[in-house]
């Protein structure tokens, strides 16, 4: 019996390098949405893009492609209503959405301060900018607001609510996703984030599914062809950073080590 071919194909970058389709992914492998993917290098973008940007989605049905990890997101929300990859409640949607769209557009010092690595990781004299110090203290109470609003909510609901920003996994916490990798890899402080967004840190961590996109990502790094130079040891040449790779089987710790 043929296997029928999934309607998606998703195009991006090598997760381990690429936070924008990191988040497409893991909301793809999370929601058991069947799909293809392709990753690319950096100089074979425009072969695949028209924007030269990437991810991108390709809908063979609709012979259609989408660009932009916020679109593609919403277009399978829209496709998949009964998966919830926003939230049922109204109230708490609207607030996932905020929360995803602040991500999305938002904290430009960051991105640019830590650039994307996911399995590196640089000690010594990583400075950070009192303006990145100010964007992280911004998301850590973006996540412990999440977190106090929506266990209140579901409660008033009398609904479970399975410990992830929004009660279920979302769109929103696939947006934060990278965020985490980036923070581990720079050895940010997590000393002003709250309890809720530490519990929430510790969910994400250990959820298989994201250990098993984990697991991915080092696969990636065993084949040569995947490497972006551009990305790896952005400190070179600097003797107060070293640099090197987290082991596979690091686990999460509030200390953040």
Same mark, same amino acid.
């Given at each position: ?73 919403? #277009?399978?929300?829209? @496709? ?5 990859? &926003? /939230?049922?409640?109204? =109230?708490? +949607? ?16 960051l991105r640019h301060t830590f650039p994307t690595n996911f399995l590196a990781r640089y000690t010594g004299n990583v400075s950070i900018p009192e303006d990145a110090v100010a ?6 109470g973006i996540w412990d607001a999440a977190r106090l609003v929506t266990k209140k909510r579901l409660s008033e609901l009398g609904e479970e609510d399975r410990g992830f920003l #929004?009660?279920?996994? @979302? ?5 934060? &996703? /990278?965020?985490?990798? =980036?923070? +581990? ?73």
């Open positions: 019996m043929a296997t029928e071919t999934p309607d998606y194909h998703l195009i991006g970058l090598y997760t381990r390098y690429s936070s924008w389709t990191a988040r497409v992914e893991a909301v793809l492998e999370y929601f058991k949405i069947p799909h293809t993917h392709q990753f690319i290098k950096l100089s074979e973008i425009k072969t695949h893009s028209p924007t030269g940007l990437v991810p991108i989605l390709q809908v063979h049905t609709l012979n259609t492609t989408i660009s932009d990890s916020l679109s593609i997101c919403e #277009f399978l929300a829209e @496709s998949h209503p009964e998966l919830a990859l &926003w /939230p049922r409640d109204r =109230r708490l +949607r609207a607030l996932a959405r905020t929360a995803a769209s602040q991500m999305h557009s938002g904290f430009s010092v964007e992280i203290e911004r998301m850590f #929004f009660g279920g996994f @979302s769109v929103a916490d696939a947006f934060f &996703w /990278p965020i985490l990798w =980036r923070f +581990r890899s720079y050895g940010v402080p997590l000393d002003a984030a709250g309890p809720d967004a530490l519990a929430w840190m510790e969910k994400m961590w250990s959820d298989p599914v994201f250990r098993a996109l984990g697991d991915r990502y080092y696969g990636q790094a065993k084949d040569p062809g995947s490497q972006i130079a551009h990305y790896d040891d952005i400190f070179r040449g600097r003797e107060d950073i070293q640099y090197s790779l987290f082991p596979q089987d690091w686990t999460f710790s509030v200390t953040g080590k």
